[in-house]
T-cell receptor, first 113, second 114 residues
Framework: KNQVEQSPQSLIILEGKNCTLQ??????????LRWYKQDTGRGPVSLTI?????NTKSNGRYTATLDADTKQSSLHITASQLSDSASYIC????????????FGKGTRLSVIA | EADIYQTPRYLVIGTGKKITLECSQT?????MYWYQQDPGMELHLIHY???????EKGDLSSESTVSRIRTEHFPLTLESARPSHTSQYLC?????????????FGQGTRLTVV
């Protein structure tokens, strides 16, 4: 079954600290993996997108990694800020005709002062 | 800046009313999606489309219907709203094929049925 599992479900960290969010997937055939940030009450906004040949991609303080062999991805946030408080969603696309995106349940991150 | 728009942003209606949630994108994307999301919970796919005159039901059973008469528009209709339909509805689009393309999301419609 095509699934995306994210951990932890929720996370609380102090401002300025680093954190890493995990995403494991069983989606096949794999096309690409995206990380999204969703603020409360808003639509998700893309942070990174990676295909199977890409191991790491950065977007400011966000760095995503992808291991296509183990089907694992991580999102590392450096020097967290209060504005990083949001849900972070891992989304995998299948390389198989007209099939929808597969969403993880997200990790709820709270950054506190 | 994503060129995908949802209206209305907020809607409060009475039980039994018919409503249509609008979603429009100006990027020429073939693929469009509707998701339902309760507060603090994950997104659930309720409908998707891969082009004009193509619509499919998603993973979550929904009493809503959709249409795709034009590439730009993907409206979602509830024939008779109920309190159980209270939720946030998010529309998204991607090009086809979407190998490296980003999925763009609208800001959502927060629906409350009283």
């Amino acid at each position: 079954k095509n699934q995306v599992e994210q951990s932890p479900q929720s996370l609380i960290i102090l401002e300025g600290k680093n954190c890493t969010l995990q995403c494991n997937y069983t989606v096949s055939p794999f096309s690409n993996l995206r990380w999204y940030k969703q603020d409360t009450g808003r639509g998700p906004v893309s942070l990174t997108i990676m295909t199977f040949s890409e191991n790491t991609k950065s977007n400011g303080r966000y760095t995503a990694t992808l291991d296509a062999d183990t089907k694992q991805s991580s999102l590392h946030i450096t020097a967290s800020q209060l504005s990083d408080s949001a849900s972070y969603i891992c989304v995998v696309s299948r390389n198989s005709g007209n099939t929808p995106l597969v969403f993880g349940k997200g990790t709820r991150l709270s950054v506190i002062a | 800046e994503a060129d995908i728009y949802q209206t209305p942003r907020y809607l409060v209606i009475g039980t039994g009313k018919k409503i249509t949630l609008e979603c429009s994108q100006t990027m020429g994307h073939d693929k469009m999606y509707w998701y339902q999301q309760d507060p603090g919970m994950e997104l659930h796919l309720i409908h998707y489309s891969y082009g004009v005159n193509s619509t499919e039901k998603g993973d979550l059973s929904s009493e809503s219907t959709v249409s795709r008469i034009r590439t730009e528009h993907f409206p979602l209709t509830l024939e008779s709203a109920r309190p159980s339909h209270t939720s946030q509805y998010l529309c998204a689009s991607t090009p086809n094929p979407d190998r490296r393309a980003e999925a763009f999301f609208g800001q959502g419609t927060r629906l409350t049925v009283v």
